[in-house]
């Protein structure tokens, strides 16, 4: 099992500025660079799923597996030999909003999609959570 979390703490934003970010999946491209189409059918809730497709890569299918409104979702990404999680939390604390994202690959070929997808979306984040936090502003 591989995992890396990354936070930001933000008066910036809300939790439920930063919900409403991701629960509207059909606009991810307008914010994230990275992303070519994203798109669900129904609510964004445990047992739904969307679909994604990052630039210059295929379509991927994304399970939500827990949501829990304005404080935190949990989806999952299955790949050959292979799972990533993704979660994202939004926790009031004394300092302002703390935003983290974690992602954890697990599976007999976990190295591989560390390799090829994980790593990558795990340096970004810095840049990403910057991004949503900017983007939201205006939710």
Do not use: C
């Not at 307008?30 to 992303?35: A, F, L, S």
């Amino acid at each position: 099992m591989w995992t890396r979390s990354y936070s930001v703490t933000t008066r910036e934003v809300t939790k439920e500025q930063m919900w409403n970010l991701f629960t509207d999946v059909n606009n991810w491209h307008t914010w994230d660079e990275g992303i070519e189409q994203a798109s669900i059918t129904g609510p964004f809730e445990e047992g739904n799923h969307f679909m994604l497709q990052p630039k210059g890569g295929p379509k991927l299918k994304v399970s939500l597996l827990k949501t829990i409104e304005n404080s935190l979702f949990l989806d999952v990404t299955h790949f050959p030999l292979a799972k990533m999680y993704d979660n994202h939390s939004f926790e009031e604390t004394a300092e302002g909003l703390k935003i983290t994202n974690t992602i954890t690959v697990k599976g007999l070929l976990s190295f591989v999609w560390v390799k090829l997808v994980a790593q990558n979306i795990v340096n970004a984040l810095p840049k990403d959570i910057e991004k949503q936090i900017q983007a939201a502003k205006s939710l």
